[in-house]
């Protein structure tokens, strides 16, 4: 047991104000395996309080060099590197992460994202002059945005909460982070990484609870700007505050991408099969950019169909801490009713069942779903059109590269997609093409240098590269 008194807030380990707790249980032994104080609103009032204090000292973080702001971010990434191991088992028992995948995801990607961006701060101008268009001087200064309230989902704790603390470090701004309730453990590792680290006291908090002590600090007059990622409906309603308080928000939502084999497309699962895991399946399903409508073309339908059922019979189910394990439970009893009732709906609404549909023999405890293919797919149902969060794909066929096309972007959402071909140019063209965020050609892999994020129902504004950086930075111009 992973057990807790204490919150981290301010820098300093605090007596939480109530004596609410979140109990955390195991993903894949549903036996309990932590239990942390949850803040309540008196200590969100601390943490933003404190985020407020150390960004308006004269002398604090935000008016360090940002070369000093890097120096102290490169030593939290080597905290973060010391307790790797802990953190990717804290994360892999939560949610079902598999251990295999789990070290380089969620304890690797946030020391990179830390160190990527304290070397881009480095080089940042943060104050350029140019010539004032009537005569004179005007400088432009890139100011940091203030305290940022950052809310973080359960499926990927670590590296959706580095995706805004590590350019919101190296803008200068100050953070109270909320981590997910389902995945508190790993956030109590990242308090003990920053307590450990140069970051000075204050500048970062953490904030453990639910939907109430996240929408607290959205609308808390404290806090600068919110960092979101999570549900479109939960963007919706944060977004909704935001917008009525002027306060300006990152919303990283949901997805249901297409993966567009085309008629070239190479279905050699001993070369494919890890590229089409990455981007279909990783993390149980329970990745927001994954392609989980496969637009299959009718001259290769059955192919498609037989390669991805052989493919997911193949991928081992199991505990999430089995290194061997490539496909670990769902993360909450909830979650997998959820995916379970998408299942119901694609059978009752036609759709064939080729492989899974029910839970995986062997494994009486843990909330494991079969990986799941169903072909003959609508793309108007709701199966194709709602995000399901579990090992499920669906197969939808079409004519002609125009009909796939067409297809990919009859959907509400535009976060991620794949596109499958022999031919690199055809595979940018038709990339090119797709209404979406960001994009694959035969491998889908988030870039840490490049914008991510989503269009449509899948978000507003961008994380990662550059683009991450400017979200926490405001303009001013001074006209000397
Ligand atoms: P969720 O929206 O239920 O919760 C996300 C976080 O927001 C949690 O910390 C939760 O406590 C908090 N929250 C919920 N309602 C809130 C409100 N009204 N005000 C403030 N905070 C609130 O989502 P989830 O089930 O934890 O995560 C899964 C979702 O996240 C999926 O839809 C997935 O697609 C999405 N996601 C998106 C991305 C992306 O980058 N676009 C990445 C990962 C996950």
């Given amino acids: 047991m992973i057990t807790y008194d204490k919150l981290f807030i301010g820098g300093q380990w605090t007596a939480p104000s109530s004596d609410e707790r979140i109990d955390v249980v195991s993903a894949s032994t549903e036996e309990p395996i932590g239990s942390v104080p949850a803040a309540a609103a008196a200590d969100v009032d601390a943490a933003v309080a404190a985020a407020r204090a150390a960004f308006d000292d004269p002398s604090g973080w935000s008016t360090w060099e ?15 590197e010391k307790r790797g191991e802990e953190i990717s088992r804290r994360v892999s028992s939560q949610n ?8 380089a995801l969620e304890s690797g990607f946030p020391v990179s994202l830390l160190r990527y961006y304290a070397n881009l701060v480095r080089e940042f101008d943060f104050e350029t002059e140019q010539p004032h268009l009537t005569g004179g001087t005007t400088i432009v200064r890139r100011e940091a945005i203030g305290v940022v309230g950052a809310i973080a989902p359960w499926n990927y704790p670590q590296a959706l909460a580095a995706f805004k603390y590590a350019p919101a470090l190296a803008a200068g701004c100050t953070i109270v982070l909320k981590p997910s309730p389902e995945t508190v453990l790993d956030a109590f590792a990242l308090a003990e990484a920053i307590e450990a680290s140069d970051v000075p006291d204050g500048v970062v908090s953490i904030v453990p609870g639910g939907r109430d002590t996240g929408a607290y600090l959205v609308e808390h007059p404290g806090v600068d700007k919110v960092a979101f990622t999570g549900s479109t409906a939960a963007g919706r309603i944060i977004g909704a505050t935001c917008g009525q ?8 939502l ?9 008629d070239d497309a190479n279905l050699d699962l001993s070369v494919m099969g890890e590229r089409f895991f990455e981007s279909m399946l990783v993390n149980n399903g329970q990745t927001c950019y994954l392609g989980t409508r496969v637009l299959a073309p009718a001259s290769r339908y059955d192919e498609v169909i037989d390669t991805l059922a052989a ?3 193949s991928l081992p189910v199991g505990d999430a801490l089995d290194p061997a394990t490539m496909i670990g439970p769902m993360a909450s009893s909830r979650h997998r009713d959820r995916v379970e009732g998408f299942i ?23 909330w494991f779903v079969e990986p799941t293919l169903f072909a003959d797919v609508d793309n108007a149902s709701t199966i194709a059109q709602e995000e399901i969060f579990g090992p499920v794909l669906s197969v939808i066929r079409y004519t002609d590269t125009d009909d796939a096309i067409a297809i990919a972007n009859q959907s509400d959402y535009g976060l991620g997609g794949t596109v499958w071909t022999a031919d690199p140019e055809r595979g940018r063209d038709v990339a090119r093409r797709v209404k979406t965020g960001t994009i694959g050609i035969n491998r889908y ?36």
Avoid: C, H, W
Wanted: glycine share 18%; aromatic share 4%; charged share 25%.
């Fill in 311 to 313: 493919f997911m019979t």
């Fill in 245 to 252: 308080m002027l306060r300006p928000v990152t919303l990283e």
């Fill in 344 to 366: 119901e709906k694609g059978k009752s609404d036609g759709a064939r069942l080729v492989v899974g549909g029910g839970r995986p023999e062997g494994l009486d405890r843990g």
């Fill in 96 to 103: 079902g992460m598999p251990i295999a995948i789990s070290g």
């Fill in 254 to 262: 949901g997805g249901k991408s297409a993966a567009i084999m085309l």
């Fill in 66 to 80: 940002p070369a000093r702001r890097a120096a102290a971010m490169e030593n939290l990434a080597d905290e973060l």
């Fill in 445 to 480: 892999m988030p870039d840490p240098g490049a914008p991510f994020g989503g269009v449509k129902d899948s978000g507003i504004g961008r994380e990662l590269g550059p683009q991450g950086l400017s979200a926490y930075l405001q303009y001013k111009s001074i006209y000397a």
